[in-house]
Each structure stands twice: as structure tokens, then as C-alpha cells.
């Protein structure tokens, strides 16, 4: 840290306005080059934040953690990170408490970010007030005009709406930040990109100063982020940037403590491309929060009916389709991810495990199982078991490097105490590549997810049964003829039946075409009959009552002869309507 007499000795204007003595400043000039010459291969840093709050994510992408890394890479013969309390004050006067308690605040999350004391030194501004005296002398060299133009000052006006009123305070601070960085002869100054403005403005400064006083002031040079993504995080309320002061940003401890650290963690690796900008939605966490729910109720799920299992010697010889085709998505998806993880294709690794697990191993994998459980089938139980384990322990390794936590905690109650930290990851085996199962179990999910749309456009419960014809391709009939157990269980259907021609087809069936081939269900199977019949008896007395009570109003020559023509015309449309839909009725 410099002392006020070498402020003083620096800046010969200073001395210039308290003395009025030309040789007196000749010779401060002179004493400032000699001390400009014995300094100039010095490399130092001067960079800072306004504790206008704690610290969030958007500083750490696009400023601390490019701080830590110069700070650790040896260059550097000076640093210096000022906690810049009186800048804060520019849009927080009236609030001077807040910018005081967070001042301790931003330092601990400097040392928890990696800044060393030991290495860098942390002040705090309002301690130095040469900065203060400095600053009033760099007001003269700059235009109320010139900082009306400053791009950074435009925004946070609009952003903080101070059109109508802007701080005197607030509208100098680029010439505030201006003296800070000067007066630690700065060289370097990390930031991120909404800071190049303010330190162009600060070199216009540095080069008007030295042209009045000769060379006098070092000329810094701003360094962003090497990432181009991680130049400016978007705000969550859609602001152009994460900001303490507009409450806009995101503070993980609050949100770790909300929906946990994995969640969040999942949240900021997927659902963004590299090199765009990623818009922040609490939403999201919340449903990475679900997922993680998810997976520790699979978990459990596999962990309250694997007591006593005993896996048969010959298990892979008695795989059943749904077995074959989870196996071999699970191999697929090792291969995948793994080829995404060397790529540096993070989002889309972990995007791929994500729906693996979510969708085809909980949702459809464990549903289609289940009935194997409440069955007396011991051997039976013992393979789906093995399934279960091997394609849960292996989905917690890939999903592992994003969500640590949660997947250790299942991984050693999986294991008795193994951490997954020290086991192997996963390896792509060409012995379970099985096209042939994953083909015919698309058949049968496919054909599922009809019947089950079907149903829930007619309201019919899951409850209900119905009988399923189907009329299937050769290329598909041994798919579904190995699906029926999954098609009654999770497609309500009492019985499959397998037709040839399609003139077979009852009357009144409902028909859906999917891959492979066309299902009917007999209407009949789908409602209750007494019910449907009540129902369209109630609607065909409203719709007679309408017709009734439209034909009424146009018979009326007075209606007629006082209405405008546009009210008459949508009562005839009205009529149209009403008809066809009591004709549908009958």
C-alpha cells in the first residue's frame, strides 16, 4: 500500500495548486520520472468489487476466477482488490448500513473464491481518502458530455432508473474508478466485459493528465475472461447482467440450501451450448431438484426389493426384452458420454444421462418390471435384480462428476461403503449391443404411449381394461407378440389379440396407427354404456333447448326488423352450430 506523501509526490499538479511555484514543480517532475523510471517494470494489478451484497455466480465467471489465476501465475509484482464501499455509496446512500455489513462479507468470499492474502492485498476504499481528493482533481478533465456517453453509465442509469434523478455521486463514477486505478499505477485490470467502457474512459484520462503534465500516469490495460461465454451472465429478471444492487443475481448458498448443491450443480452444465449466453430460471433448479428426487426414490425403489435376492449363475441366459433393451441402452450411453466427456461436450454428456435415467430407466424400465416382484418367481426376481443393479450403479457413475453428492450417498449404500470416487468408470461392451432388442422394444413403447394417449383423450381411467386387436406388420408381429405382458400391464388392455385382415375389426372401434403396424379397442370396452348414454341425453337436451331458443329469437320479426344485420348473422351461425353438434349427438 502507497502512503498519502507518495500520492502527493506523484501527482506534481497536486503540489502545483497548494505551492503556485514553477520550480517547485519542476522539481516533483523530475522526482516523479525518476520514480516512474525505477517502477516501470513493475506489473501490477488494481481490480475490486462495490459491496453493494454478497458475491454471486456472475462475479465468479467473469471476474474472480480470473483473478485467482492471475494471482497464481507468478507475473505480477503487485496486487491489489479494493472493496469499494464509497463507489457503492454512489446508488446506496440511503442504505449505508447495507453497503457497511456487506463489506466483510465480499472479503470472506474472496478468500473462500481463492484470493490468498498472503499474495494479494485486500483493502477497503473509504480507508485511503487520497482516492476521494484525487478523484476531484481528475472532474476537471473530463465533460459532463463524455460521460453521458460512457455505455456502462447509460445502462446502469436505465437499469436502476435514475433518468428522472441521477446522483451527482454516481454519475462521476468513472472518474472515481479512474483514480483508484491510478493511483496504484495499475497495469493490469481484470474485469469483466461491462467494465471495458470505465477503463477506456480511464485511459482517456490517464493520456489528457500526461499530455498537461507530462508523463506521468501509467496506462492500463483491461483483461477478460479467456471464454468468450463468460464475458457478461445475463441477469435472472432478464437484465443485461447479474447485479448485486438489483437484486438480480444469484447467491448459490441460498439456493444449495433450497434445492441442494447437485441440483444446482446439473443446472448450470446442462440446457446451454457453448459460447451462448444461459438464462437463469429458478424453475429449473427446482426441476433438477425432481430429478435428483427421482433418482433416490429408483433407488430406494431397488434397494427395499433386493433383500434376500440371490442372482442366478445362468442370469444372462434368462433375460427378458425389456432386460436386453435396457442393457444394451445403458452400453450405448456409456459409449456416448464418454465420447461427449472428451470432447469437452459437458451439457450434452450430461443432458443424455439425464434422459436415460428419467425417461427409459424409471419410467419405463422399473414400471415394465414391477409386476415381477409381487410375482413367486424367485429365479425370475434374482435377474431383474442384477438389471437393476448393474444399470443403476453404472448411471450413478456417469452421472457422478455433475451430482457428487447424491450419487455417493446411494453408490455406498449400494455397495456397503464403497466410494464411488475410486471406482472405475464406466466401459462401453460390445457383447451387450442388442439392435435387435432396442428395435422391438421401441415397437412396444411406442404402440404403449398410443394406447395410452388414446385413453386420456376419452377420459377412460387407467382402471378400465379394454381389448386390443392388432392388426401388425411381420416385421413387428414378434415384438409385440413378446410385448403383451408390458401392453396389459401398462397399457390397460384385458387381452391382445392378433388379427390378419382387418375386416375382422368389430364396428364402433377406436383405431390408432403406430410403428409396426394399427391397434383397435372396441368402443364399448372404453365406455360404460349406461353413463354415455346419460351424458348424451343431458347434451342433447341443452343442444335441443339452444336450437329452440335461436329459432324463437329469428321467427321474431321485431328481433329482425331492430337487430343489426351482424347480430342477426351470428345467431344464424350460432343455429348451424348448435344443429351439428345435436346431429352429432343423435
Known amino acids: 500500500m502507497y502512503k498519502r506523501q507518495e500520492i502527493l509526490t506523484l501527482y506534481a499538479f497536486d503540489f502545483t495548486i497548494k505551492h503556485k511555484s514553477i520550480d517547485h514543480k519542476r522539481r516533483c517532475t523530475k522526482s516523479i ?3 516512474e523510471k525505477e517502477k516501470i517494470m513493475k506489473q501490477v494489478i488494481l481490480t475490486g468489487d462495490r459491496p453493494t451484497g454478497r458475491l454471486h455466480v456472475g462475479h465468479y465467471v467473469g471476474s474472480l476466477k480470473e483473478r485467482v ?5 507468478g507475473k505480477f509484482d503487485e496486487i491489489y482488490i479494493m472493496i469499494a464501499d464509497a463507489q457503492a455509496l454512489t446508488d446506496n446512500a440511503e442504505h449505508p448500513e447495507k453497503v457497511r455489513q456487506n463489506i466483510m462479507q465480499v472479503a470472506l468470499d474472496y478468500l473462500a ?3 490468498d492474502p498472503e499474495k494479494v492485498n485486500i483493502f477497503i476504499q473509504s480507508m485511503v481518502p487520497e482516492l476521494t481528493e484525487l478523484s476531484f482533481y481528475y472532474m476537471n478533465l473530463v465533460t459532463v458530455a463524455r460521460v453521458q456517453r460512457n455505455p456502462t453509465v447509460k445502462a446502469e442509469i436505465k437499469q436502476k432508473n435514475f433518468e428522472a434523478s441521477i446522483p451527482v455521486g454516481f454519475f462521476t463514477y468513472p472518474i472515481s474508478q479512474a483514480a483508484d486505478i491510478t493511483a496504484f499505477r495499475a497495469t493490469v485490470v481484470p474485469a469483466g466485459e461491462d467494465q471495458m467502457p470505465m477503463v477506456e474512459q480511464c485511459k482517456e484520462i490517464v493520456h489528457k493528465f500526461n499530455s498537461v503534465y507530462g508523463e506521468t500516469l501509467t496506462d492500463p490495460q483491461i483483461v477478460l475472461p479467456d471464454n468468450q461465454a463468460c464475458l457478461r451472465l445475463p441477469g435472472i ?3 443485461a447482467k447479474m447485479s448485486k444492487s438489483l437484486g438480480n443475481g444469484i447467491d448459490p448458498l441460498e439456493i444449495i440450501d433450497k434445492y441442494g448443491a447437485d441440483a444446482l450443480r446439473l443446472t448450470l452444465i446442462t440446457g446451454n451450448a457453448p459460447g451462448n449466453d444461459m438464462r437463469f430460471y429458478m424453475e429449473r433448479v427446482e426441476a433438477n431438484r425432481n430429478f435428483a428426487n427421482k433418482v433416490w426414490n429408483a433407488s430406494r425403489f431397488i434397494l427395499m426389493n433386493m433383500e434376500g435376492k440371490e442372482v442366478p449363475a445362468d442370469a444372462s441366459a434368462h433375460l427378458e426384452p425389456a432386460d436386453k433393451w435396457i442393457l444394451s441402452r445403458l452400453n450405448n450411453v456409456v459409449k456416448e458420454v464418454t465420447d461427449n466427456m472428451e470432447n469437452f461436450e459437458l451439457g450434452v454428456a450430461v443432458q443424455k444421462v ?12 422399473i414400471e415394465l418390471v414391477k409386476p415381477v416382484f409381487f410375482s413367486d418367481d424367485e429365479k425370475a426376481k434374482g435377474v431383474v ?4 443393479y448393474t444399470v443403476l450403479t453404472t448411471g450413478l457413475k456417469l452421472l457422478h462428476p455433475v451430482m457428487p453428492f447424491i450419487t455417493e450417498e446411494i ?4 455397495t456397503d461403503g464403497e466410494s464411488i470416487t475410486i471406482s472405475s468408470w464406466p466401459e462401453y461392451n460390445e457383447d451387450l449391443a442388442d439392435n435387435k432388442a432396442e ?10 404411449k398410443g394406447l395410452r394417449n388414446v385413453r386420456a383423450e376419452m377420459n377412460v381411467p387407467p382402471s378400465r381394461k379394454a381389448k386390443v386387436i392388432c392388426y401388425i406388420s411381420d416385421e413387428a408381429k414378434e415384438a409385440f407378440t413378446a410385448g403383451i405382458p408390458y401392453m396389459e400391464k401398462l397399457g390397460s388392455a384385458s387381452e391382445v389379440e392378433f388379427i390378419a385382415d382387418k375386416s375382422l375389426v368389430p364396428e364402433n372401434a377406436v383405431s390408432l396407427v403406430v410403428k409396426g403396424g394399427e391397434l383397435f379397442m372396441p368402443l364399448l370396452d372404453l365406455v360404460d354404456k349406461e353413463k354415455e348414454l346419460e351424458r348424451l341425453n343431458k347434451e342433447k337436451k341443452k343442444l335441443e333447448g339452444e336450437v329452440t331458443r335461436i329459432e324463437k329469437k329469428l321467427s321474431n320479426a321485431g328481433f329482425v326488423a331492430k337487430a343489426p344485420e351482424a347480430v342477426i348473422n351470428g345467431e344464424k351461425e350460432k343455429l348451424v352450430k348448435y344443429q351439428e353438434m345435436l346431429d352429432a349427438v343423435l
Open 439 to 448: 428395435k422391438d422394444m421401441e415397437f412396444v413403447i411406442e404402440a404403449i
Open 113 to 115: 473464491c481463492g484470493l
Open 69 to 73: 489465476r492471475l494471482q497464481n501465475s
Open 354 to 365: 439425464y434422459d436415460f435415467i428419467w425417461d427409459e430407466f424409471c419410467d419405463w424400465y
Open 411 to 414: 453408490y455406498t449404500t449400494l
Open 33 to 35: 520520472r525518476k520514480a
Open 237 to 239: 429478471d432478464g437484465k
Open 385 to 388: 435384480y442384477n438389471v437393476l
